[in-house]
């Protein structure tokens, strides 16, 4: 073997170990994290009568009142305007004839004089 494959295969070999021990870091770094979720997630709820840390003052105690949420009430959803036309496009043409011509003189107060 000359010393050029050497080099090579030295090389080969300090990129596999590297990858090796990357990965082996990896997942040490991810069980630890996964332990500290687990740790805090013990410490934030309560402990439980039955693991016996629990004194008995606190087991008999009373719960405290619980206060009922004010009801609000809720407005019903409007519908939209049902148009009395039978597409939308009939409906921009009447919008548009109305502009140009105006108001429909039947729709006016008329004069009692």
């Known amino acids: ?3 050029e494959s050497l080099i090579f295969l030295g090389i080969v070999l300090a990129v596999w170990m590297i990858a090796s021990v990357g990965s082996w870091l990896r997942e040490q770094i991810e069980r630890h994290a996964q332990y500290q979720e687990e740790l805090e997630a ?3 709820f309560p402990p439980s009568p039955a ?8 087991v008999t105690a009373e719960p405290p009142e619980i206060i009922p949420p004010r009801v609000v ?3 019903k959803p409007q519908r939209p ?3 009395r ?3 939308r496009k009939a409906a921009r043409q009447g919008v548009i004839l109305m502009t140009v011509f105006g108001a429909c003189k ?3 107060l008329r004069d009692k004089s």
């Open 1 to 3: 073997m000359s010393i």
């Open 106 to 108: 039947a729709l006016e």
């Open 85 to 87: 036309y039978r597409s």
């Open 42 to 44: 013990r410490e934030s």
């Open 73 to 75: 009430a809720r407005e």
């Open 51 to 58: 693991s016996g840390s629990v004194q008995v003052e606190e």
């Open 81 to 83: 305007a049902r148009l």
